[in-house]
C-alpha cells in the first residue's frame, strides 16, 4: 500500500515542539548545534506551524512561520525526516505556508540558510529546495551568525 500524507496546520504548542525536536535532532546534518535546535524547540510553540502526517498519523515534517511588519513572512524553521525527502513533501508545507502568508497580506517571504560561501552540501541541496519554489539569493551577512556560518537571505515575492 502505497504511503500518503496529509498537511495540516498545528495548534497544540507541546505538539509543535515534540515534533520539531523528533524532526530536527533526525536531521544533524542541518541542526547539530544542540543550543540552536533547543531554541527551535521553544521559538515554535507560540508560531502559525504546519506538519506533514503519514496515513499511521506520525509527523514526517512540518514548517513554522514567523511574520515582520506585517507583509513579510519568513520560514523560521523547518525540516523533513530524510526517508521522505525528495518527494514533494517540502514543497507541499511550503505551499500551505505560502497560502497562509498571501491570506494574511504578505508581499514578500525570506528565509535564512547557510550561505554558499561555506562549501557544505546539504546546504547546497536546501538552497536548492528553496530555489525550486521561487526564492532567490538577496543578501549574505557574514555578521549575522558568524564568520564560519555566513547567512543567506533568500526571498521571493508574492505579489
Avoid at 104 to 133: H, M, Q, W
Wanted: with cysteine.
Amino acid at each position: 500500500m502505497k504511503n500518503t500524507y496529509r498537511i495540516m496546520p498545528v495548534e497544540d504548542s507541546k505538539r509543535k515542539s515534540a515534533y520539531t525536536k523528533k524532526v530536527l535532532e533526525s536531521l544533524p546534518e542541518w541542526f547539530g548545534n544542540k543550543q540552536a535546535l533547543d531554541d527551535y524547540v521553544e521559538k515554535v510553540k507560540d508560531l502559525p506551524y504546519w506538519a506533514a502526517f503519514l496515513n499511521n498519523d506520525s509527523c514526517i515534517g512540518f514548517f513554522a512561520a514567523k511574520t515582520h511588519y506585517n507583509y513579510t513572512g519568513e520560514i523560521l524553521v523547518c525540516g523533513i525526516l530524510k526517508e521522505y525527502q525528495h518527494i514533494g513533501i517540502g514543497k507541499a508545507l511550503y505551499n500551505a505556508v505560502e497560502k497562509y502568508f498571501s491570506q494574511n497580506g504578505c508581499k514578500f517571504v525570506i528565509v535564512k540558510t547557510l550561505s554558499d560561501l561555506v562549501d557544505f552540501e546539504p546546504y547546497a541541496r536546501t538552497r536548492n529546495f528553496y530555489k525550486s519554489v521561487g526564492f532567490e539569493p538577496l543578501i549574505t551577512l557574514t555578521e549575522m551568525w558568524d564568520e564560519a556560518n555566513p547567512c543567506l537571505i533568500m526571498l521571493k515575492t508574492l505579489v
